[in-house]
């Protein structure tokens, strides 16, 4: 049983992304440049938002965090961002979710110019998914694959289970271990018999936001879980997944921790997907 390590694999990633990004200043003058914009104080998206932070200081990327009030107005967002898209030092743009109630999602999502969208959020960067035209990916699906294939995991005529349908990783991780020629079946909260289901995965990808709803006899032996998980143990308090993940790791053949798994590769391929908003910008 392989408990992977996506602190190593993420490390390794951004090492190669500060090398790349240390030759950036002689050939183009200056390194990139990403925004994050969050609003209000969500426990969960401060911790974030630093841990953004903390990678652009790692590998080199300029990093500006911006801080607005849980009251700012949709129509005072949209200006920021709009001011920001307009900015030519700036070629990265992030605005922290969930947004307060008054905010539309869809609305700043859309506001964001498509090539500074290192989220991979905008509508023609999800077109161009599921289109399959050029596109940024949304990091925590990109950041899944990039785990598979660090353990030598080819989805290749696999059976693969979601479960979740988000927009943020449920649907797009789909939509990317389809086109990986993986065959794909997504649960929801009205799937009936979910065990029956995932059962049969060989790959079983859990982004359903509830602590621990994944139990041991849902497993089967053998397979690759990957837990998106980000939740509080109800008993102990303490961060764990979705996943029951010491019953769990009994079963499987290899599996994802809680935290310390797919979390530290969305931040690296936030970076990967920054310098690539960087170098399309360039003349
Ligand atoms: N909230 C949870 N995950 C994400 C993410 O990947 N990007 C943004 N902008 N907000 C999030």
């Not at 090492?15 to 209000?40: C, D, M, N, W």
């Not at 009251?71 to 307009?86: G, K, Q």
Request: hydrophobic share 40%; with cysteine.
């Amino acid at each position: 049983m392989t408990i992977i390590d996506g602190k190593a694999v993420s490390s390794a990633l951004k090492e190669s992304i500060k090398e790349q990004v240390a030759t950036f200043p002689e050939k183009y003058g200056r390194v990139p440049h990403l925004t994050v914009i969050r609003v209000g104080e969500d426990p969960a998206s401060v911790v974030y938002v630093r841990n953004k932070e903390k990678a652009c200081e790692a590998v080199g990327i300029r990093n500006s965090t911006i801080v607005l009030a849980d009251t700012t107005t949709e129509e005072e967002l949209l200006n920021l961002v709009r001011a920001l898209n307009e900015d030519d030092t700036v070629d990265g743009i992030l605005v922290q979710l969930p947004l307060p109630a008054q905010i539309s999602e869809a609305r700043v999502i859309e506001t964001i110019a498509r090539e500074k969208d290192v989220d991979g959020f905008h509508p023609l960067n999800v077109a161009g998914l599921w289109q399959k035209n050029p596109h940024v990916n949304p990091c925590t699906p990109a950041g899944i694959m990039k785990l598979l294939a660090s353990i030598g995991v080819d989805p290749k005529g696999k059976r693969a289970v979601v479960i979740g349908r988000s927009n943020i990783v449920g649907l797009p991780v789909a939509k990317m271990l389809l086109d990986a020629n993986a065959t794909v079946t997504t649960c929801h909260t009205r799937t009936v018999d979910m065990p029956s289901i995932t059962r049969e995965a060989d790959i079983l990808v859990v982004a359903a936001g509830r602590a621990k709803m994944v139990t041991a006899d849902m497993i089967k032996p053998g397979a690759v879980v990957i837990d998106v998980g980000m939740d509080r143990d109800p008993e102990t308090g303490k961060l764990c997944g979705d996943v029951d993940f010491e019953a769990a790791k009994e079963v499987a053949g290899a599996i994802t921790p809680v935290p310390g798994g797919v979390g530290p590769m969305t931040i690296a391929c936030l970076m990967e997907n920054t310098v690539t908003c960087f170098l399309q910008r360039q003349p």
